[in-house]
T-cell receptor, first 110, second 112 residues
Framework: QQQVKQSPQSLIVQKGGISIINCAYENTAFDYFPWYQQFPGKGPALLIAIRPDVSEKKEGRFTISFNKSAKQFSLHIMDSQPGDSATYFCAASDDYKLSFGAGTTVTVRA | GAGVSQTPSNKVTEKGKYVELRCDPISGHTALYWYRQSLGQGPEFLIYFQGTGAADDSGLPNDRFFAVRPEGSVSTLKIQRTERGDSAVYLC??????????FGSGTRLTVV
């Protein structure tokens, strides 16, 4: 049973464009929503995270938007760069255990 | 060390064999986690250690899987009688507080 559903599976964006990845969850006990970036052959690395008491969090070119009533959250990558080409995972947690989405492979064309 | 270290980085084994995967967490991190990542999927929780004890092993798929952390630092994930379906990347992570995970690069296990 997948607790976090992520879409799209993959996307291609031009350099300088905006990448948007969406996630939805069912468990209302989740209180921590991180996004991870993973390059081939590497483990996931924490990119940015949000808690449900705020609707948006921005760190550099990365922004999380959170809609508690809809149980959805999304990652926006502004001014996408070729170095952003990677697989992105959303996740959710209510304690120590992370439930991950299936991942989105982002390709940024130069 | 500076990060979470996992060895070996790759392991090929024959079906039915026993394997051990090692994880060296960040020094001082009391919490340690094992996850399994199948091709094209997100990581899935296997087990969580707080100190030396397994606080939650509910993600271990069956009794062929076992993990230890005898001194509260290094952990070993052990898989008996390996099956082709065990092929995946096994990720270890550690943290000093509940939410701040740092993952290692993983061990890619291939069962042939």
């Amino acid at each position: 049973q997948q607790q976090v559903k992520q879409s799209p599976q993959s996307l291609i964006v031009q350099k300088g464009g905006i990448s948007i990845i969406n996630c939805a969850y069912e468990n209302t006990a989740f209180d921590y929503f991180p996004w991870y970036q993973q390059f081939p052959g590497k483990g996931p690395a924490l990119l940015i995270a949000i808690r449900p008491d705020v609707s948006e969090k921005k760190e550099g070119r990365f922004t999380i938007s959170f809609n508690k009533s809809a149980k959805q959250f999304s990652l926006h990558i502004m001014d996408s760069q070729p170095g952003d080409s990677a697989t992105y995972f959303c996740a959710a947690s209510d304690d120590y255990k992370l439930s991950f989405g299936a991942g989105t492979t982002v390709t940024v064309r130069a | 060390g500076a990060g979470v270290s996992q060895t070996p980085s790759n392991k090929v084994t024959e079906k039915g064999k026993y394997v051990e995967l090692r994880c060296d967490p960040i020094s001082g991190h009391t919490a340690l986690y094992w996850y399994r990542q199948s091709l094209g999927q997100g990581p899935e929780f296997l087990i969580y250690f707080q100190g030396t004890g397994a606080a939650d092993d509910s993600g271990l798929p069956n009794d062929r899987f076992f993990a230890v952390r005898p001194e509260g630092s290094v952990s070993t994930l052990k898989i008996q009688r390996t099956e082709r379906g065990d092929s995946a990347v096994y990720l270890c992570a550690s943290s000093s507080r509940l939410k701040g995970y740092t993952f290692g690069s993983g061990t890619r296990l291939t069962v042939v």
